[in-house]
Nanobody
Framework: QVQLVESGGGLVEPGESLTLSCAAS????????MSWHRQAPGKERELVAR????????MYADSVKGRFTISRDNAKNTVYLQMNSLKPEDTAVYYC?????????WGQGTQVTVSS
C-alpha cells in the first residue's frame, strides 16, 4: 500500500532554514509527481511546491518562490522541501502528496512553526 512519511518539522526563528523529507513506498516513485502542501490554522490546505516525474520540472506557489526548493531522489524514494528565509506566515502543518491513478495520497503531516 502507498505510504508517505514526512519528517523534519520543528520550531525555528524567522529567517532560519529547515528541510522537510517525505519517504515514499508502495508505488513506483519515479513515475509520479510529488507535491508538498501546507495547512495553517483556520485556513485551507494549499499547494506549496511540486516536483514532476520527468525532466526535473518544478513549480512553486508565489508565496514561497525564491525561498523554498523542492527536490527528489528517485533512488531513495524521497522528496525534500528545503525552506530558507522562513517567515511566521510559513507556520503550518506540511503534508506530502502523491496523485496515483486518480487517487490522492497524503502523509500524516509535520508541524513547522516559525516564531521568535
Amino acid at each position: 500500500q502507498v505510504q508517505l512519511v514526512e519528517s523534519g518539522g520543528g520550531l525555528v526563528e524567522p529567517g532560519e532554514s529547515l528541510t522537510l523529507s517525505c519517504a515514499a513506498s508502495g508505488f513506483t516513485f519515479s513515475r509520479y509527481a510529488m507535491s508538498w502542501h501546507r495547512q495553517a490554522p483556520g485556513k485551507e490546505r494549499e499547494l506549496v511546491a511540486r516536483a514532476f516525474s520527468a525532466g526535473g520540472k518544478t513549480m512553486y506557489a508565489d508565496s514561497v518562490k525564491g525561498r523554498f526548493t523542492i527536490s527528489r531522489d528517485n533512488a531513495k524514494n524521497t522528496v525534500y522541501l528545503q525552506m530558507n528565509s522562513l517567515k511566521p506566515e510559513d507556520t503550518a502543518v506540511y503534508y506530502c502528496n502523491a496523485y496515483i491513478f486518480s487517487n490522492v495520497y497524503w502523509g500524516q503531516g509535520t508541524q513547522v512553526t516559525v516564531s521568535s
